[in-house]
């Protein structure tokens, strides 16, 4: 060793440094060059050192570190340790209180870990913090693992290709590599490797390709499944550390076929215009979006959700495990369906918090963005099976007639209504129908206020949150009387937003609203979209004659 210390020395034009040199050892002298960490021996020493400094190098004054037991993750009986710097370290800190019965006289007893177990622990605080993604005070830790054995050739792969690939990324590039990772062609020449046994396997592959064209499989087909992403989301900044999903499998599958359902809902709202020019004008549908993404760092949801605690609240801003955004992120991230009635009621209390808000500040628009940001969620999830059974279906099979924009300019407003109505199973029932219609009919005279620049729109008067029950009837005859009085105000106008007012006269005689299956939530959210609807029916203001309604 001296002799390498003189040359390396003898090598360099620094006076004075610090650094750490490894040199490859020659064990026979025919043989190969090998670092350390390739020769056993080595191995086991560095090992037993870093044990004897478990052991001696962090006792707490009268306490034993050290003793028999059974690791708390192995499982297994033996030599446990019970204070270890890093995570371990409270243990060595005489700070009981963050552990229950914990007997600081004999600290291996609390936390047990097995000597190369609490190795590993103590240097992965040094290693996790290059492998999460940070949103509103909180940390989603995303650490991929091979699902296979681990061998030498599988931890080769995965160091070259997944763990240096994933430390030395941005924590804006971070989200985008392990999507990537996930995402990218099947590699051929293994398949054909380890199909080499079974033509069928390859066969089978070769014709799923073909279908696919270029641009290949990708690995949830179950080809190159190699790898999982264990999920973790906690709030450092909190004492103790908080902790909100803790996932061993992140359904990665589910959340690229939820993203698929969301961009093919996206452009068919783009081209249909069915909400008028309102897709291009908000940041709350793109058909680009990444989905996948988004769900991993907790995003997904945010914009769309009234979230807990009540932004109007700022007496309390640090995150809970119950907050909406963590919650409903955390269900997709395990492969979880997410209950519908829930998601309902935070999406209408969004819309009330959002319009009350408007209101204060003097404009008064109803957020016909967030409702149909709302929207594509909800159908998105419902067309993924990711939404829950609830009194309502919300799945959506859009049969293109309406989707298609070499055709939608030649379709009429009522052909148009008469199709969306039709392709949504939330609509399906009379009272459903009739909810929505009402809105539509609200949504079209506001429009027609803004034209005329009234001061105070319907919308005001009759808000989502005026919708019960007890209140839809007379909330309906005083909407089709002020549609009449605006008809009359317009000549020849008499069949004013007829295509709304023939269908909820229909819809609403059906049978008493009081003994609707809709709950209120249901309601106002079903509201709340007829009213984005109805504003979005032409982008300004216009009737068509009464033979084209």
């Given at each position: 060793m001296e002799e390498l210390a003189e040359a390396l020395l003898n090598t360099v034009d620094f006076e004075e440094?610090?650094?750490?040199?490894?040199?490859?050892?020659?064990?026979?002298?025919?043989?190969?060059?090998?670092?350390?960490?390739?020769?056993?021996?080595?191995?086991?020493?560095?090992?037993?050192?870093?044990?004897?400094?478990?052991?001696?190098?962090?006792?707490?004054?009268?306490?034993?570190?050290?003793?028999?037991?059974?690791?708390?993750?192995?499982?297994?009986?033996?030599?446990?340790?019970?204070g270890s710097p890093g995570i371990l370290g409270q243990f060595g800190k005489l700070q009981p209180e963050l552990f229950p019965d914990l007997n600081k006289d004999d600290a291996w007893r609390s936390r047990p870990l097995k000597p190369k177990t609490a190795i590993v622990v103590d240097r992965f605080g040094s290693i996790i913090d290059e492998f999460y993604t940070g949103f509103q005070g909180v940390r989603f830790y995303l650490l991929p693992y091979p699902e296979t054995e681990l061998t030498a050739e599988t931890f080769s792969r995965f160091y070259t290709d997944v763990y240096k690939r994933l430390e030395g990324a941005s924590e804006s590039e971070f989200e985008d590599e392990i999507i990537e990772l996930f995402e990218r062609k099947v590699d051929i020449d293994r398949l054909v490797e380890k199909s080499a046994a079974s033509s069928d396997v390859l066969e089978e592959f070769l014709g799923d390709l073909e279908e696919e064209g270029e641009g290949g499989l990708t690995t949830f087909d179950g080809y190159d499944t190699w790898l999982r992403v264990y999920g973790l989301s906690v709030a450092k900044?909190?004492?103790?550390?908080?902790?909100?999903?803790?996932?061993?499998?992140?359904?990665?599958?589910?959340?690229?076929?939820?993203?698929?359902?969301?961009?093919?809902?996206?452009?068919?709202?783009?081209?249909?215009?069915?909400?008028?020019?309102?897709?291009?004008?908000?940041?709350?549908?793109?058909?680009?979006?990444d989905v996948a993404k988004e769900v991993l760092g907790g995003r997904w949801f945010y914009s769309t959700i009234a979230t807990s605690p009540d932004p109007d609240d700022t007496s309390d801003t640090d995150p809970a495990p119950d907050d909406a955004f963590l919650s409903l992120a955390g269900n997709l991230v395990k492969g979880n369906k997410i209950n519908a009635d829930q998601l309902i009621e935070l999406f209408t209390l969004k819309i009330e918090r959002e319009f009350r808000n408007n209101q204060s500040n003097g404009n008064g628009e109803f957020p016909s963005n967030v409702v149909l940001g709302q929207y594509a969620r909800l159908i998105a999830l419902a067309n993924t099976n990711l939404l829950s059974e609830s009194n309502i279906r919300y799945t959506c099979e859009h049969s293109g007639a309406f989707m298609d924009s070499s055709?939608?300019?030649?379709?009429?407003?009522?052909?148009?209504?008469?199709?969306?109505?039709?392709?949504?199973?939330?609509?399906?029932?009379?009272?459903?129908?009739?909810?929505?219609?009402?809105?539509?009919?609200?949504?079209?005279?506001?429009?027609?206020?803004?034209?005329?620049?009234?001061?105070?729109?319907?919308?005001?008067q009759h808000p989502p949150s005026s919708i019960t029950k007890q209140s839809i009837t007379s909330v309906t005859c005083q909407v089709m009387e002020k549609n009449e009085t605006y008809a009359q105000m317009e000549e020849g106008r008499g069949n004013m937003n007829k295509?709304?007012?023939?269908?909820?006269?229909?819809?609403?005689?059906?049978?008493?609203?009081?003994?609707?299956?809709?709950?209120?939530?249901?309601?106002?959210?079903?509201?709340?979209?007829?009213v984005a609807y109805g504003k979005s029916d032409t982008s300004n203001y216009t009737e068509e004659s009464p033979d084209s309604e």
């Open positions: 440094t610090r650094a750490l040199v490894t040199v490859k050892i020659r064990l026979e002298d025919d043989g190969d060059f090998l670092w350390p960490g390739e020769i056993p021996v080595l191995n086991e020493a560095a090992y037993e050192c870093r044990r004897e400094h478990f052991r001696d190098g962090i006792s707490m004054s009268d306490a034993e570190p050290t003793g028999e037991g059974t690791g708390f993750i192995t499982g297994t009986d033996g030599h446990v340790i019970g900044g909190l004492d103790p550390t908080q902790v909100f999903v803790d996932e061993p499998a992140i359904s990665l599958g589910s959340l690229t076929d939820l993203e698929a359902a969301y961009h093919n809902l996206g452009i068919s709202l783009q081209e249909s215009e069915l909400f008028g020019d309102l897709v291009e004008r908000t940041d709350y549908v793109r058909p680009s979006q055709t939608t300019g030649d379709l009429s407003r009522e052909t148009r209504l008469e199709h969306f109505i039709e392709e949504h199973d939330a609509l399906a029932t009379p009272e459903a129908r009739a909810v929505f219609l009402l809105g539509g009919l609200v949504g079209r005279l506001t429009a027609f206020q803004h034209r005329e620049n009234v001061s105070r729109k319907l919308v005001e295509r709304y007012v023939s269908r909820l006269a229909d819809t609403m005689l059906d049978k008493q609203p009081t003994s609707w299956n809709l709950v209120t939530q249901e309601m106002r959210w079903l509201y709340s979209l007829g």
